[in-house]
């Protein structure tokens, strides 16, 4: 039987593809959800680019007929702009402000009470990604329910980019001895390309960490991961694999996620510098870092653009200053100004650009979108590498969360290609305080 699906203005903001998601059900709009979409068209972001997309795709289903009467939709369903259902009178005893949300509600409660007095009344569904507004349609009787078709993954299943297994001491010792074996003799199970296994040892006395080949056939010891990186040195297995991947010529994408200090901006760093300054594999090291705000943002700041971007890369800056054992206050900057090698730079000037032959790190990259991080992804070019890498669990982006942003949306959509590599960081090394406030916080 079908369903009567009431969307809310974030849903369209969120992936105004939605419209065409709900298969044989009708998909109603409520005219104050358009009145919300055109305030936002012309914002020169990403919502407003998706408002934007939601007007051009409605204009298209307007040329199929009134779109107040409904309009048939290519996978059996229905969409309708609703005009009539606007009553606040069911409404005004629970929630007494006309606010948009409210209006919104309104328009689901008055069609659910139309549809309880037809013989086969059809359920009515209010779907929204604010959490508020389900909880306030719920207590009406209204069923709601969150989006989830924008979501990569389901659950907090991300890929981790590793694998343990136990394994006979004998094969261990093989694996020292020829530093490589048939992944056929660990696991029958599928494996993507560079994928990490680490092998431990029936008696819990040996252990050994190898990356799966390109081919996905061949588990080959690790040769990068255990060299010492401008003075840096992998702590653990996970970062051990992380400088594997950040300096393995053959794998041009890396996506490195984990909690706070755990050493994701220190390592790509410290490879950047490597390959940059002293090996001469790329020709520039870029930056670049999302610029969304924690708290409440402090508006516009002075002086010239890096100057204007010096407080968002400030995180960067200090593990600079650390790699650089600078001793004074300003000692960084001059520093860098004398590495004309190295540039810093916002996401939002990525566009329109072409990008040959550097090492480019993007930072905070769990509040990019998926068109966002495609639009940085496609900006590379011939020669470059580039390293992706940030919290999904700490998103401040208004419309994502860890499972839908475009760092998580990289992860699984690219682990299968021989171009690229993760992993997940678990453990903390910034200092013990660090990692408990990680865990317990």
Not at 92 to 121: C, G, Y
Not at 267 to 274: N, T
Not at 322 to 327: A, D, M, Q, R, S
Request: with cysteine; net charge negative; hydrophobic share 40%.
């Amino acid at each position: 039987m079908t369903k009567i699906y009431v969307l809310d203005t974030n849903v369209l903001l969120q992936d105004p593809f939605a419209l065409f998601a709900f298969e044989e059900h009708e998909v109603i709009i409520p005219a104050i959800v358009l009145e919300e979409i055109d305030s936002k068209k012309r914002n020169m972001d990403e919502i407003g680019r998706h408002a934007r997309t939601v007007s051009r795709l409605i204009d298209q289903l307007r040329e199929k007929g009134r779109l107040h009467q409904g309009v048939p939709l290519e996978n059996g369903g229905s969409i309708r702009v609703e005009l009539n259902h606007r009553s606040f009178e069911s409404v005004k005893e629970s929630f007494i402000d006309r606010t948009n949300d409210n209006r919104i509600i309104a328009v689901a409660l008055n069609l659910q009470i139309e549809e309880q007095q037809k013989e086969i009344p059809k359920q009515v569904i209010l779907v929204s990604k604010d959490v508020l507004v389900r909880v306030k349609a719920d207590a009406l009787g209204i069923e709601t329910e969150d989006f989830l078709n924008d979501r990569v993954i389901k659950d907090d299943d991300i890929y981790n980019g590793y694998r343990e297994f136990y394994v006979s001491d004998h094969l261990i010792n093989q694996f020292y001895r020829d530093k490589k074996i048939p992944v056929s003799e660990i696991t029958k199970e599928p494996t993507y390309p560079y994928e990490f296994f680490i092998l431990k040892g029936l008696n819990m006395k040996s252990s050994a960490i190898g990356i799966i080949d390109a081919s996905g056939k061949l588990l080959t010891s690790c040769y990068y991961g255990n060299e010492t990186v401008w003075g840096i040195k992998g702590r653990n297995a996970q970062q051990v694999m992380a400088l594997e991947l950040l300096q393995r010529p053959d794998v041009h994408l890396v996506t490195l996620i984990g909690k706070a200090g755990t050493g994701k901006t220190l390592l790509a760093l410290a490879s950047g510098l490597l390959q940059t300054e002293d090996l001469h594999l790329y020709k520039k090291l870029l930056i670049a870092r999302s610029i969304m705000p924690v708290g409440k943002d402090i508006g516009y700041l002075p002086g010239e653009k890096a100057e204007k971007l010096r407080p968002w890369l400030q995180p960067v800056y200090d593990n600079l200053e650390f790699l650089f054992n600078t001793k004074r206050k300003g000692e960084i900057e001059d520093i860098l100004a004398g590495i004309s090698s190295i540039e810093t730079e916002a996401i939002t000037y990525i566009r329109g650009r072409s990008i040959p032959e550097q090492f480019i790190i993007i930072d905070e990259a769990q509040n990019l979108t998926k068109h966002e991080v495609k639009t940085i992804l496609t900006r590379v070019g011939e020669g470059t590498k580039i390293i992706l890498m940030g919290d999904p669990e700490q998103v401040d982006h208004p419309y994502l969360d860890q499972y839908n942003n475009g760092l998580t949306y990289v992860v699984e959509k690219m682990k299968d290609q021989d171009v690229s590599g993760h992993v997940k960081l678990q453990k903390g090394e910034r200092s013990k305080l660090a990692q408990i406030a990680a865990d317990v916080l």
